[in-house]
């Protein structure tokens, strides 16, 4: 396992999200306040890339992480999927933190 620097935390919208390749893996982040949730960039689904259109990944109410391809819903603190076709299923989850503004993940 080996750690990525992703951003600087205030790269990242308060409520918003982005994404990123680390590695060989594609992963979103989803920032709440000085919180990141990571998780990677694929629907449990059919294993698609979930955002809409690059780094834009959530709901338009911005309550959930949305799947651009069937319009399953996630929750953001634990990716777990509460409605459509992957309903209880989940995102795979990425280790992430916040150190020194700075958000980092391991991978």
Do not use: W
């Amino acid at each position: 396992m080996a750690e990525h620097f992703l951003c600087d935390l205030d790269d990242i919208d308060d409520g918003g999200s982005a994404g990123f390749i680390a590695g060989a893996t594609m992963v979103m982040v989803i920032r709440q306040g000085q919180r990141v949730f990571a998780y990677v960039n694929a629907c449990p689904h059919i294993g698609a890339p979930l955002d809409f259109s690059p780094g834009k990944f959530l709901s338009a109410d911005g309550s959930h992480i949305m799947c651009s391809t069937h319009g399953a819903l996630f929750r953001i603190e634990d990716g777990f999927c509460v409605s459509g076709p992957c309903a209880g299923d989940a995102l795979k989850p990425v280790d992430a933190a916040v150190r020194k503004n700075r958000v980092k993940i391991t991978i």
